[in-house]
């Protein structure tokens, strides 16, 4: 305790940790920082990634938003009266156009790359028929028709075929089935490239025509004809 002029000045006692240096350089004393900050328990309510990437998203929107309205003649009202006439614009290309449908991702084709008889094909068809799936049931017996005239040498296997083509090329030598040909043609493309839903009594059609043509006996051409006489 240091006396100066008779008079008894008390100086505060600093006592530190011998681990903890009173004077901590500016880089250690960073990092320790860092170190606790760190910490989890400084991080409890911090938002998830997924939360900060739609924070980060919404502001890119909003910047695009601000800017596009300092550019359009009238600001954000202009641009609010841009947008439905798009919005118009869009919906009198769907109502008359209609719903856009999917298209073939490949081909037209009326087989797939798997390769079944006509009996697997009828057996299909049953069983998306007796589930209710008149679709897949339409499909399927179009294939099996195909495929029996195929296996009749009725018509002889062509990769690629549509069905359109088959009910053609079976239409010459079956004239008198050559209208429920194409009609099942049709239906199958409706169903398959169209959009549309088929039902039970199209699916009977098919039938129909499955069991009509396994009785029906080609024609001969003038050119078998020949070949035969």
């Known amino acids: 305790m240091p006396i100066t002029g008779g008079l008894t000045t ?3 006692m600093v ?3 011998d681990d903890v240096p009173l004077d901590t350089p500016r880089v250690p004393a960073r990092e320790a920082a860092e170190r606790e900050l760190s910490k989890p328990m400084y991080h409890e309510n911090d938002p998830n990634l997924l939360q900060r990437a739609l924070d980060r998203f919404w502001d890119w929107v909003g910047g695009l938003f601000d800017s596009a309205s300092g550019a359009t003649p009238g600001g954000p009202l202009g641009l609010v009266a841009i947008a439905l006439v798009v919005l118009a614009l869009l919906g009198a290309l769907w109502w008359r156009l209609g719903t856009p449908q999917r298209t073939p991702a490949t081909s037209d084709s009326l087989f797939d790359d798997r390769t079944r008889s006509a009996a697997q094909h009828r057996t299909a068809a049953e069983e998306h028929a007796a589930a209710g799936r008149w679709n897949q049931a339409v499909q399927e017996r179009m294939r099996a028709i195909v495929r ?3 296996e009749r040498t009725i018509l002889d296997p062509r990769p690629g075929r549509t069905a359109d083509e088959a009910a053609a090329d079976a239409g010459r030598p079956l004239p008198a089935h050559a209208d429920e040909l194409r ?6 493309d409706d169903v398959t490239y169209g959009g549309r839903s088929a039902d039970q009594r199209t699916y009977q ?6 069991t009509a043509l396994e009785r029906a006996k080609p024609q001969l051409s003038d050119a078998t004809r020949g070949a035969a006489g």
């Open 10 to 12: 008390a100086w505060p």
């Open 15 to 17: 006592h530190a940790n």
């Open 148 to 150: 029996s005239l195929e």
């Open 183 to 188: 009609a099942a043609a049709r239906a199958f």
């Open 205 to 210: 059609r098919l039938k129909n025509l499955d």
